[in-house]
C-alpha cells in the first residue's frame, strides 16, 4: 500500500537560474528591494506582504521574488523584471509553523470523544491491533493533506513508524521534523527500548541529508519513560546537536502527583536531573510548571509548543503563556494531534491561545495578536532550531510562504492584520501554499496528493477500527 493516494513530488527539482527566459532580470529603479534580483525566477507581485521579521515589515502592495527553493528578495513599490504572479491584492505571510502533533492519529479523530476511560478502553487497544506502517501512512497522508489546506508549511510529528511518516512528509512537498516516540508502554513499532533507540538511528541516518525532513528523538513523557531513559535520549541528543526532541511535559496533575511520590520533586527537576533541558528541547504543554520550573527552563533555553484547543478540550486549564514568554522561554503554537485537538491547522488556533491568557489575566492586554501570529511563525520555527531558514519572509530563506484570500466580507475592514489573522481568518480563506519554492496547492487544489485516494483510504481504515469497536463494546457488557 506505500505511498497510496500521493503523487510522488519532484523533489530536488533545480529551476535554472535567471528569469523566465535564462536573462537576469534588471533590478527595477525605484524598487525597494532588500538584497540584490539578480538570477530572480518568479515573482509575486500585487501582494499585502507580512513578512514577520523583527520589526515586522509589511510591504503593502508588494512584492516576493523567489529562485529555487529562497527569498531571492522582497519589497515594496514598482517589482523587477522577471516570471510575474499577480496575487489581486491578497495577503501574503510565512508559512505556519505546527511544532506538535501526531498526524497518523487523525485516524482517531472524533473516536468516543465524551467517554473519560477513552484512551484505555479503545486507543490503546486499537493502537495495539490494527496500527501498522501501512495504517500510519494512511493517517499521515490525511493530516498532511489538511496542513496545505490549512496554511501549515512545517509540522513536528511524534508517534509510530515515523520513517513512513517522513515518506509521505516528503511525497506532499511539507518540511517536517519527524520524531521516534519512546515509551515503556506496548508501542505499535518496537517491543523494548533498545528497538526503539535502533529505530531512531535508523529515522536520523535515512533522513540525515534530507534538505526538508529532521529526525527527531520524542521520548513521549517523564512519566513513561523515566530518568534512565530520559539520560540515554540526553545523551542521544548530546550526540546529535542538530537534531531536536520532543517531549510532554508537566501536562497533567496525574503526572505531577507521579514526580512527587516518585522522586520528591517536580516532573520538570526530574527532567533537569536526566540533563534532557537543554535548547534542544520542545516540551509540548507546560501546563502545571512552578514558577521555580519556569525559572529552570528559562535558564536551560528550553522551547515550549502550546497546545490551546487541545489543553482546553481536556479541561486541564491555562497554560502559562504569558509567564513563560515573559522568561523569554520561545512558546511556538501548535495543535497536538487530531485525538485531542480534532484539527491540525494553527488559524484554529489563534484565537483560543489569544483568549486563554486574556481570561487568566482577566483584561484584554495579555498575548496582543501580533505575539499570536509570532508564535505561530518565528517562535514555531525557533522552536524546532529552523529560526535561519523558515518563520519569516527574508531573502536568504526557504520560500515557506501562504497566499490568504482577502475575498470575504468577514476580514473587513482591516484596522489591524494580526487581529484580522487572529480572531476572524479561517483555515479556508487560504488560497495557495508553498513550501521551498514549490506551490503544494493553488486556488484550493492540492497538487502533490491525491485527495479523494487519500480519503478513500483513511475512511476504509477507520472502517476496520470501528468493526474493532462494536467488538470491544461487546465484550465489555
Ligand atoms: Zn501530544
Redesign the pocket.
Known sequence: MSTKGIARPRVGEKRPPGGVDGRCPAQTPGATAEQDTAHTRLILTNARILTMDAALTEHDPGWIAIEGDRIAALGSGTPPDGEHLDMGGDLIMPGMVNP?C?MPMTLFRGLAEDVDDRLFRYILPLERALVTADVVEVGTALAALELIRGGVTTVAD?YYFEDRVGDVIDAAGLRGVIGQTLADFAAPDHSTMDDGFARLNDLAARFADHPRITASAAPHAPYSTGLDVMARVAEWSAAHPDLPVQM?LAETSDELAWAEKTYGCTTVEIADRAGILTPRLVA?HLLYPTEADMDLLSERGVHAAH?ARANGKAGRGIAPVCALRARGINVGLAT??PM?GNILDLFSQLAPASMFQKIAGGSRKPLPCRDVIRMATTEGAAALGMADRIGSLEPGKQADLIRISLADPRLHPIYDVYSMLTFATMPTDVRATMVAGRWLMEDRHVSTLDAEKVLSDALQVARRFNARIVEIDATAT
Request: hydrophobic content about 20%; proline content about 0%.
Open positions: 506538535h501526531h511524534m510532554h509540548a497546545n497536538d494531534g485531542s
